[in-house]
């Protein structure tokens, strides 16, 4: 089945510090998703992108859907202890499921 | 608006006991689909259903089973729960297949001995 391959795994960063993490796929997906899980809760979505070579921002969070369709990426900006968390990437194909990455954890010092 | 709600939040089961976890939404969405969240493994859809009445499986299907008898709820039964059913599970909802943003539930941790 499809499988998404998400870096890194995990992040130690001071505050206000950028972050960066990206998402590859073997595969070819119409649609990337990222979202951010904080402890105990479920993951909300914090932006969607539905076209290759999109570039998107939502505040301090940019993501692009890479020209090959098989790769995106997601910048946080200055960086805020509020950022902390698991970040996921997740992709749909044509079969209409999304798949999900492995998930960032980000970790901030202050 | 609730969105989408789970129940239980926490549960512990012995090896070979069942039980259903509870999913309920209120947005009217079409699709709904339970996942299972597991340390480094990301979520991994379990079953889905594109409508009332019509569910499908997904990547990890087996020892669960769900029925979609209305538009609101998606219930997840475990028939005979294993110790390798332990896991944080999110029921997510959207609107329509090609509306891809899901809505996720708070989640519920199963713990099974």
């Known amino acids: 089945g499809q499988q998404l391959n998400q870096s890194p795994q995990s992040m130690f960063i001071q505050e206000g510090e950028d972050v960066s993490m990206n998402c590859t796929s073997s595969s070819i997906f119409n649609t990337w998703l990222w979202y951010k899980q904080d402890p105990g809760e479920g993951p909300v979505l914090l932006i969607a992108?539905?076209?290759?070579?999109e570039l998107t921002s939502n505040g301090r969070l940019t993501a692009q859907f890479g020209i090959t369709r098989k790769d995106s990426f997601l910048n946080i900006s200055a960086s805020i202890p509020s950022d902390v968390g698991i970040y996921f990437c997740?992709?749909?194909?044509?079969?209409?499921?999304?798949?999900f990455g492995q998930g960032t954890r980000l970790t901030i010092n202050p | 608006n609730a969105g989408v709600t789970q129940t239980p939040k926490f549960q512990v089961l012995k090896t070979g006991q069942s039980m259903t976890l509870q999913c309920a939404q209120d947005m009217n969405h079409e699709y709904m689909s339970w996942y299972r969240q597991d340390p480094g493994m990301g979520l991994r859809l379990i079953h889905y259903?594109?409508?009332?009445?019509?569910?499908d499986q997904g990547e990890v299907p087996n020892g669960y089973n769900v029925s979609r008898s209305t538009t609101e709820d998606f219930p997840l039964r475990l028939l005979s729960a294993a110790p390798s059913q332990t896991s944080v599970y999110f029921c997510?909802?959207?609107?329509?297949?090609?509306?891809?943003?899901?809505?996720f539930g708070q989640g519920t941790r199963l713990t099974v001995v």
């Open positions: 997740a992709g749909q194909g044509g079969a209409q499921k999304l798949v």
């Open positions: 992108l539905y076209k290759a070579g």
């Open positions: 259903s594109v409508g009332a009445g019509i569910t």
């Open positions: 997510a909802s959207r609107y329509g297949t090609l509306n891809t943003e899901a809505f």
